[in-house]
């Protein structure tokens, strides 16, 4: 079922999206292109040596400087350090943010 609009929501600046049943999905030519494939790809990129993580954590060789201020942002120098990465988190001391992050 094509749904219209007399005027689209974007066009006053509102953020909008068509919400599908699953029968729906599957019927629209990208739900029946989609199907079908998987829901990660991996692809081979290249014909290097493979990297041994063994007694270490996966990230420990990285050094991440990190200038993020939101709430993703901070959140993933945190999981980024917590995998081994040498994380350096600059914030701005009047920015807000949620105390949980810290």
Known sequence: MRRTWKISPT???LPCCIARTPEEWLDHPQ???LAFKPLIGVVKSSEGNKVS?????PLSNIRVLCFTDAIAGPTVGRTMAEQGAEVLQIIDPHGFEHDAIW
């Open 31 to 33: 739900g029946k292109l």
């Open 53 to 57: 993580f063994s007694g270490g954590r």
């Open 11 to 13: 066009s006053w600046g």
